[in-house]
């Protein structure tokens, strides 16, 4: 029951729906620099772990020790938003599931697809099951990125793994006639979906870019813990 009334509370339940993650190719989480595209990711990666299925997080700027920090305070924000829950059943409920969590950290200079694309194969060979969402945090969509983004759609077929992105948007740039940051409507025909975080007033407004009949909805959310406000 606590996974259940934890995913319905999740932004990323909210603005997506956790039945609707996986479905596509590729995602995008959009904003500025410092709004929250990271923490959006960790919110859509919780949905995954706590409907038991595996996921993959890859940054190019965060360590290990501060992407499972990342994922600690998440999972406190998110059980903290639903109310009282016995402190001891949370924590049980975060030792069963994340450790279905697995977190690499890269430079850009250490970046390979291939690296990605040998691990996934070694899920293979040990007859294990694979993660169902890829995360990758870091990717600078201001330069050229259609090799690395054709070789990722080759892993998407290859093993099923959707792929979420974070892309970083620039305050002076203008938007395309959709109303899309330039990072985005360089890379449109790829993206399934996309979620844009813009800063107004003092509270979050997420965006639905790109996701079907969801196109155009938009939530508030809180900054400090990226959840939803009613």
């Known amino acids: 029951m606590l996974k259940k009334d934890l995913i319905l509370r999740s932004p990323a339940e909210m603005a997506i729906g956790v039945e609707n993650i996986t479905d596509g190719r590729f995602g995008a989480v959009l904003s500025r620099a410092g709004v929250g595209k990271t923490s959006f990711l960790v919110q859509i990666a919780l949905t995954q772990l706590l409907s038991d299925e595996k996921i993959l997080h890859i940054s190019l700027s965060d360590s290990m020790e501060k992407i499972n920090l990342r994922y600690d305070e998440a999972y406190t924000n998110l059980v903290d938003s639903i109310g009282y829950v016995d402190p001891q059943k949370a924590v049980r409920l975060w030792d069963a599931v994340k450790n279905n969590k697995v977190g690499i950290s890269y430079t850009e200079a250490t970046f390979d697809v291939e690296k990605i694309r040998d691990y996934l194969k070694s899920f293979k060979k040990a007859d294990l099951a694979l993660p169902t969402v890829l995360v990758i945090d870091g990717l600078d969509f201001d330069s050229d990125l259609s ?52 800063p107004v007033e003092n509270k979050i407004e997420a965006v639905v870019l790109k996701d079907g009949d969801k196109t155009d909805q938009r939530f508030t959310l809180d900054p400090a813990t990226m959840m939803p406000v009613e």
């Open 147 to 198: 090799d690395i983004l054709e070789h990722l759609n080759q892993i998407n077929k290859e093993f099923s793994i959707f792929i979420w992105l974070s892309m970083q948007s620039h305050r002076e740039e203008p938007l395309s006639h959709d109303g899309f940051p330039v990072q985005l409507a360089t890379h449109e025909t790829q993206i399934d979906k996309a979620i844009f975080l813009m």
